[in-house]
């Protein structure tokens, strides 16, 4: 069956150090890959889109890399902030299932 | 811009009650969805709307759920009767068009069942 997996537990980093959080799939050949953030009580936000045939994606300090052959994508902020605490969700669409499958999150805390 | 607007923020309710949530989208945006979120998981999709047709309702329980998008505009997501198990967030999200990527979300529905 098809699945999305997201680290589970909670990841604790230093303020100014670099975040990475991890996608895997299985059973999907994605057309993309989706990162949201979500907040407490809020619904998730859209961070940065990454297509089949890009291998990275840069937006300030947020990197995306899709490696389609290890069936995983890696989000990462540099620099990270107190401010940067957050759940952070990948979503994946496949090319011949129109439906956007969600990942259960990766909760970040960055300790000042 | 407004984003996606969603009421009420929380209900309470006990079980066997009907309760209603209402979307209102994006202005603009032809592709409604309305998801269920259980606390620690991701959102699952409960139905798709394109413009006012239902295009993608395979998960949503029909025997107690219903949804509606009149006008291709606001939405209405019932359950009725309610279960305890139907306790979770109800989130809308809207999106330009269907195979347009950035879905955009409202704050959610917190419901309790009790």
């Known amino acids: 069956s098809q699945k999305i997996e997201q680290n589970s537990e909670a990841l604790n980093i230093q303020e100014g150090k670099t975040a990475t959080l991890t996608c895997n799939y299985t059973?999907?050949?994605?057309?993309?890959l989706q990162w949201y953030r979500q907040d407490p009580g809020r619904g998730p936000v859209f961070l940065l889109l990454?297509?089949?045939n890009e291998k990275e994606k840069r937006k300030e300090r947020l990197k995306v890399t899709f490696d389609t052959t290890l069936k995983q994508s890696l989000f990462h902020i540099t620099a990270s902030q107190p401010a940067d605490s957050a759940t952070y969700l990948c979503a994946l669409r496949g090319d011949s299932n129109y439906q956007l499958i969600w990942g259960a999150g990766t909760k970040l805390i960055i300790k000042p | 811009e407004a984003g996606v607007v969603q009421s009420p923020r929380y209900k309470i309710i006990e079980k066997k009650q009907p309760v209603a949530f209402w979307c209102n989208p994006i202005?603009?945006?032809?592709?409604l969805y309305w998801y269920l979120q259980n606390l620690g998981q991701g959102p699952e999709l409960l139905i798709r709307y394109e413009n006012e047709e239902a295009v993608d309702d395979s998960q949503l329980p029909k025997d107690r759920f219903s949804a509606e998008r009149l006008k291709g505009v606001d939405s209405t997501l019932k359950i009725q009767p309610a279960e305890l198990g139907d306790s979770a967030v109800y989130l809308c999200?809207?999106?330009?068009?269907?195979?347009?990527?950035?879905?955009?979300f409202g704050p959610g529905t917190r419901l309790t069942v009790l």
């Open positions: 999200a809207s999106s330009l068009g269907y195979g347009v990527d950035t879905q955009y």
């Open positions: 059973n999907y050949s994605p057309a993309y």
């Open positions: 202005s603009g945006h032809n592709t």
């Open positions: 990454i297509r089949e």
